[in-house]
């Protein structure tokens, strides 16, 4: 069974070319610094293929079934969205994990209760370091 992210943005009026060059930017470095070659990253739909006129950004990212990964993976794509977040202003944004809503912080950014702890980490085999 997978799960999955999903992210969305919406509202009244269209990225502006700053917004759009900001998406690219986020995109493109969060690619770069993506921990494995092999799994789903940060994934934007194309905007041709949505229709609906409020939508700024959709996309999704199913996430590893190996625990291992599941934390650097989920990790990395929560912080590429609180980037995206803080590139698009004046935005509706909701991201969840299949059915649950990930809330925003406005300090912390989205985030999950244990995803960066060094303890669940280590239990996991130390493969990831929330640092």
Avoid: C, N, Q
Wanted: zero cysteines; aromatic letters at 8%.
């Amino acid at each position: 069974m997978s799960v999955s992210i999903y992210y969305s943005a919406r509202r009244a009026t269209p990225l502006t070319e700053a917004e759009s060059a900001a998406v690219e930017r986020v995109v493109t470095t969060r690619a770069k610094s993506f921990p494995y070659d092999d799994e789903e990253s940060l994934y934007l739909y194309d905007l041709a293929d949505r229709g609906r006129g409020d939508e700024l950004l959709t996309g999704s990212t199913k996430l590893p079934t190996d625990p291992d990964r599941w934390l650097p993976v989920t990790a990395h794509v929560l912080d590429s969205v609180t980037e995206l977040r803080r590139a698009v202003g004046d935005a509706e944004w909701h991201v969840h994990l299949d059915d649950t809503d990930i809330p925003w912080d406005e300090a912390a950014g989205y985030d999950l209760p244990g995803l960066r702890d060094p303890d669940l980490a280590a239990e996991l085999g130390g493969l990831y370091d929330p640092e």
